[in-house]
């Protein structure tokens, strides 16, 4: 198998400010000590039934390696301040069959880390794979109706394993449970207090009171408690402290924290549940702390933030696109990745999630691939 190890090490300047202040996982095969084949198809009758596939169409799934994601790494159960990551495996193809994708967007797992939901961006539904790129099933529509989408970009899976997803072209949020189905909706387009213009992320605490929304066009974060009632929002168009062009990550750490980025400012900004100023990071640029054209962001367990900086050249940027990775103060720690069609390049990187033995999983957009790198020291 073709292996790529990425390494980089740099610096960055931070800014503070003190304040005062399961069923899926039923239907998933047991736990082995070695490395089994899923059954898929009997697998998805279960979940699904009505849902036809055929053999071929799921041999077609997985584009790389078909070895298993495993923790076998030295670094696995501690990579921290890991500064190398190895490619693994990558799945996807452009178009509409299962498994495919037309522009795949935000991916988030399922509590037992089983199970990927993905974005299919512009294919208009959520698609759900195991861990090694194994299709398992998908819903939604293009519409306007309930578990329909236009233009869907983010999904959040609660620490119940309800799936929230950001509906961004119908400025709405819409929930559904593990399996699809619809539960309830909130928001609506405009600028007023609980209304939503093309949000872009939706995350929910880990108690489940609230739910946060990066409302990109309105330029602030809305929280709604968990029923889609309105209790704030912060932010207005601007480059000060709190203030945001084009938010388009809105993500909650392990204390609760609220982690923003937006688009405008290249920048990353870190807030309490409150939405109280704590710090930021980045700038506009080439260098290892700077992004241009940033995209979105996911956490490990240790609080470390990993950012896709694309370095587009719609904005100046070097056409290098990396993943980079940060401490939970923004002190850059390494990247990996480069320009290309290759395993462990990129042509466009999206969204992130990482597991808890700190495999990362990038969706590329451009290429309608996810790839997936572990960390090896």
């Known amino acids: 198998m073709y292996t790529t190890v990425f390494d980089s090490i740099g610096a960055v300047e931070i800014t503070t400010k003190k304040i005062d202040t399961n069923p899926l996982s039923e239907l998933a095969p047991k736990p082995a000590n070695t490395t089994k084949t899923i059954d898929v198809k009997a697998l998805d009758s279960l979940m699904q039934p009505s849902l036809e596939q055929t053999q071929d169409e799921k ?3 997985l584009l790389s390696s078909s070895a298993a994601v495993t923790s076998n790494s030295p670094t696995a159960s501690n990579f921290k301040t890991a500064t190398k990551y190895e490619f693994v495996k990558k799945w996807g193809s452009k178009g509409t069959g299962d498994g495919q994708f037309q522009r795949p967007h935000d991916l988030d797992f399922d509590p037992t880390e089983k199970y990927l939901y993905t974005v299919d961006r512009d294919g208009n539904r959520i698609q759900v794979f195991d861990k090694d790129g194994n299709f398992i099933k998908k819903w939604g529509s293009q519409g306007t109706g309930d578990g329909q989408f236009t233009t869907p970009y983010g999904v959040d ?3 119940k394993g309800d799936v929230w997803v950001a509906d961004r072209g119908n400025d709405r949020v819409q929930k559904f449970d593990k399996d699809g189905n619809f539960l309830f909706k ?3 387009a405009g600028s007023k207090e609980g209304q939503l213009n093309t949000p872009r992320q939706v995350a929910v605490d880990k108690d489940i009171k609230y739910a946060y929304v990066a409302d990109s066009s309105n330029d602030r974060i809305v929280k709604f408690d968990t029923n889609g009632n309105f209790i704030k929002s912060w932010g207005t168009l601007g480059s000060g402290d709190g203030q945001f062009d084009k938010p388009v990550t809105v993500i909650i750490d392990s204390k609760g924290d609220i982690i923003v980025n937006d688009r405008g400012t290249n920048r990353v900004q870190k807030f309490d549940p409150d939405g109280n100023f704590i710090l930021k990071f980045g700038s506009t640029g080439t260098g290892n702390s700077q992004f241009k054209g940033v995209e979105h962001m996911a ?4 609080d470390n933030i990993y950012v896709n900086d694309p370095q587009q050249e719609k904005y100046g940027g070097s056409m290098e696109p990396t993943v980079k990775k940060f401490d939970t103060n923004g002190n850059f720690i390494t990247k990996f990745g480069s320009l290309g069609k290759g395993d462990g390049q ?3 990187p999206e969204h992130l999630a990482i597991d808890s033995d700190g495999n990362v999983y990038v969706s590329d957009r ?3 691939t996810i790839s997936v790198f572990k960390p090896v020291g």
């Open 186 to 188: 909130f928001g609506s």
């Open 59 to 61: 041999s077609n799934n």
């Open 346 to 348: 990129f042509t466009d």
């Open 157 to 159: 899976v609660d620490s």
């Open 299 to 302: 956490t490990d367990k240790y």
């Open 366 to 368: 451009k290429s309608n």
